[in-house]
């Protein structure tokens, strides 16, 4: 159970958060936020009901919130994030569970940024949060306890799907779900420009390619969903949609994602290679 979180940082996606845990049920007194500037303290302090610390008002803002939290989130970019956990070691109860957010930050980096045998966990966590319909995948520290991970569940679980997986796997899953979303709209783009060329107007094109997309997407959302047999079902036997089909997979469109993915989580090795170099 969390009495007291601390969000260090506070963006789109700890907001989005920090949202889902209001919603499920979080007293907003609960939680203390820490952001630059005064106007964005005032902000979520109106929207969300929270304690929120504007560091250009007071430079200690990131020690205080963390002294008796349970959880705290590092919502810092990843250059960021040793300089913050350096910070605020020394106020850090021995049981904090310390949870990153911040994409190719590895758990070693964490851990040599803190005291010894803090719990840390690595989340990876993508923007449909934002509509309560994220995955976040987390991987925990070597001092992490189960009933710590199960903390940081309670931290993600109003806000989407939460998986627990090894750390090796957390580049694979940032080029799936943390870039995802971004192929998504990608491919809304494409049918949008798709609908253009058979001279269909601006506004009628948007509106097909997003509705399209979005009301496959909830489809997928359905208990027991399967992609493959949802577009077998739209595929009738020698008909427009089997066409298709059967032309994306003669220019290799499978292919075409599959080298993107690999592409995505190559990177995220070498940012976190950079990183860990520093």
């Known amino acids: 159970m969390i009495n007291k979180i601390a969000f260090l940082g506070c963006g789109s996606m700890g907001e989005a958060i ?15 936020v820490t952001v630059r500037r005064a106007e964005r ?22 020690r205080l919130a963390v002294k008796g939290s349970d959880v705290v989130i590092l919502g810092v970019k990843p250059v960021g994030i040793a300089a913050l956990c350096r910070e605020i070691a020394a106020d850090l109860h ?8 911040a ?7 964490l851990e040599a940024a803190l005291p010894s045998d803090q719990p840390v966990i690595r989340a990876m966590p993508n923007t449909p949060l934002k509509v309560r319909r994220g995955v976040v995948a987390l991987s925990a520290g070597t001092s992490t306890t189960g009933g710590q ?55 009628a094109s948007r509106i097909l390619a997003r509705e399209t997309v979005a009301g496959a997407g909830l489809m997928l959302s359905e208990p027991g969903a399967d992609p493959s047999v949802l577009r077998k079902a739209v595929s ?4 427009t ?14 292919g075409i994602v ?21």
Do not use: C, M, W
Not at 236 to 239: E, H
Not at 246 to 254: H, K, V
Not at 261 to 272: D, E, N, P, S
């Open 18 to 32: 920090l949202a889902g845990l209001v919603a499920s049920g979080l007293a907003p007194s609960a939680a203390v």
């Open 41 to 62: 303290a005032e902000e979520l302090a109106a929207r969300h009901g929270v304690t929120a610390i504007a560091g250009a008002e007071e430079p200690e803002a990131n």
């Open 94 to 101: 021995a049981g904090t569970v310390v949870i990153s957010v």
């Open 103 to 109: 994409a190719a930050v590895s758990l070693a980096r």
């Open 149 to 203: 991970l199960a903390l940081g569940h309670e931290v993600f679980a109003g806000s989407g799907v939460v998986l627990d997986v090894p750390e090796r796997q957390q580049d694979g899953i940032s080029a799936i779900s943390g870039s995802g979303p971004a192929y998504v709209f990608y491919l809304a783009e494409a049918l949008a420009a798709a609908a253009r060329g058979f001279g269909l107007d601006e506004d």
């Open 236 to 239: 009738s036997p020698n008909g």
């Open 241 to 254: 949609t089997e066409r298709a089909i059967a032309t994306f997979d003669e220019r290799g469109l499978a």
């Open 258 to 278: 599959a080298a993107g993915a690999q592409a995505a989580a190559a990177r995220a090795a070498a940012i976190t290679k950079e990183l860990d170099g520093e």
